[in-house]
């Protein structure tokens, strides 16, 4: 047999590279999207994604709302108010301190109880401000100077009332030291700590009304997706209403409509409990603050007996304590007119008038007790101030700072109850947002299933 020569071996075909899965659904949708059935499995999918979402940010960005809307009412408030009451409680011990040492062996158990309950409470709300503190910041810091710097004040005015007691004038150089510990650190402290907290109130109700622009963008989208769904299953069917989709439809609505109006009720309730509530209990504190300065200062003018003298621009040299009296009384005053005004009932305004009429007896009165001081009579002054005398100036200030106790009172309760009616409309909203969104979801779903078995 012939031999048969070799034959040249043919190239093979090089495979074609494996295609990923990601490359391939990509084709099966886009082959599913060129029929009706596709079509509408993926409308259907789209819509169910489109009205959970809304459900999912509606409720996500009521809950924080709520929660600010929480926090300003039993969080951030409250300890802006404690911050207030430290202050007003440190100024009222450095008053009652200065009455005391004034008053000597006169001193009255009520005047020293007054000193101590001052400081007791003090104490107790810094505790309370320190347990509500995150570690390390500010507020923690201040807190934890002022805990430090209240021994160390009382241990002063100790030390001066014993010397005083004794008869040694060594006694007004403690209190002055004490006075001027408080004046210069713990009260800008206590002022230091209030405006952080302040700003901390300010932040919660930014939060708590702040639009959720996000939900209702969401919400407007998915109701034209499902309008947008209804219209071509109307053109394709000549069917006016699928009962899914409607269904879908509605509880979108529902939400969307929950959502505006639970919103607008809660910003309306949260801003009336600012204007009436907190603009009005920043300046009462301001007003009750002024009012324990002066009182102190009004003191230590016949402690000091006008040792201690500030230089004003025109060269004039005056009793540093008068002239810090004078101050604080005018913003006393000016405090009082904001107060009145920012008052939106008789019962806001009442006791702020009645404190601007003790305030004009009292400055009467200490413009008297002035006079027999100048005149080199100490003992008439001294009368006419702690109370010997027959209409003292010590009662005048009693009468401003228990009206404005009751203004302070007042304003609280109306603050409480502005800011519960608008945290309390969005009681409710995030869990009925969630439910409403499955509900329309699940509408969707069903709504374009039916169309789909018309196909089967």
């Not at 789209?46 to 300003?72: H, K, N, P, S, Y």
């Not at 069917?239 to 509605?250: D, I, K, S």
Request: glycine share 8%; with cysteine; charged share 25%.
């Amino acid at each position: 047999m012939p031999s048969v020569p070799p034959q040249a071996s043919r190239p093979t075909a090089p495979a074609a590279p494996r295609r990923t899965a990601f490359a391939e659904g990509f084709d099966e949708l886009r082959a599913a999207a060129t029929t009706e059935p596709g079509r509408l499995r993926i409308i259907g999918a789209l819509l169910a994604l489109l009205v959970v979402a809304f459900g999912a940010i509606a409720a996500w960005q009521m809950t924080e709302r709520a929660a600010a809307a929480d926090d300003v009412l039993n969080r951030s408030q409250p300890l802006t108010s404690d911050a207030a009451d430290i202050y007003r409680s440190l100024a009222d011990a450095n008053t009652a301190a200065a009455s005391g040492y004034l008053a000597g062996l006169q001193e009255k158990p009520a005047m020293r109880e007054g000193y101590e309950s001052d400081i007791r409470t003090a104490a107790e709300k810094l505790v309370t401000a320190a347990a509500n503190s995150e570690p390390g910041s500010t507020s923690a810091d201040t807190i934890a100077e002022l805990s430090r710097l209240l021994p160390e004040y009382k241990g002063l005015v100790e030390t001066a009332r014993a010397n005083n007691r004794q008869g040694y004038p060594v006694g007004g150089a403690y209190l002055r030291a004490a006075n001027e510990m408080m004046q210069k650190k713990m009260l800008p402290a206590a002022q230091k700590l209030h405006e952080t907290e302040n700003q901390r109130l300010s932040d919660d109700y930014a939060d708590a009304k702040s639009f959720p622009w996000a939900a209702v963008g969401l919400g407007v989208l998915a109701l034209a997706a499902l309008g947008w769904a209804q219209h071509r299953n109307y053109q394709r069917t000549n069917r006016v209403l699928n009962h899914g989709l409607v269904t879908a439809t509605a509880a979108s609505t529902v939400v969307l409509l929950w959502l505006a109006v639970s919103h607008t009720v809660a910003r309306a309730g949260l801003n009336d409990s600012y204007e009436h509530g907190v603009r009005s209990l920043n300046v009462l504190h301001e007003a009750r603050i002024a009012s324990l300065t002066a009182r102190s200062d009004e003191n230590l003018a016949l402690v000091r007996r006008g040792a201690d003298t500030k230089a004003l621009a025109d060269d004039k040299v005056v009793d540093a304590y008068e002239w810090g009296y004078d101050q604080e009384i005018d913003a006393l005053g000016k405090a009082l007119t904001r107060a009145e005004g920012l008052a939106d009932d008789t019962a806001g305004k009442k006791p702020v008038q009645d404190a601007n009429s003790f305030m004009k007896v009292w400055k009467d009165r200490h413009t008297a007790a002035r006079d027999d001081n100048d005149s080199g009579n100490y003992q008439a002054a001294r009368d006419r101030v702690i109370g010997a005398a027959k209409e003292p100036t010590s009662v005048c200030f009693d009468n401003v700072d228990k009206a404005l106790a009751t203004a302070l009172t007042h304003e609280k309760t109306e603050f409480k109850q502005a800011a519960g009616d608008g945290r309390d409309s969005l009681t409710g909203l995030p869990t009925g947002a969630a439910v409403l969104a499955v509900l329309g979801a699940a509408g969707a779903v069903l709504g374009i299933g039916r169309r789909l078995s018309e196909y089967r």
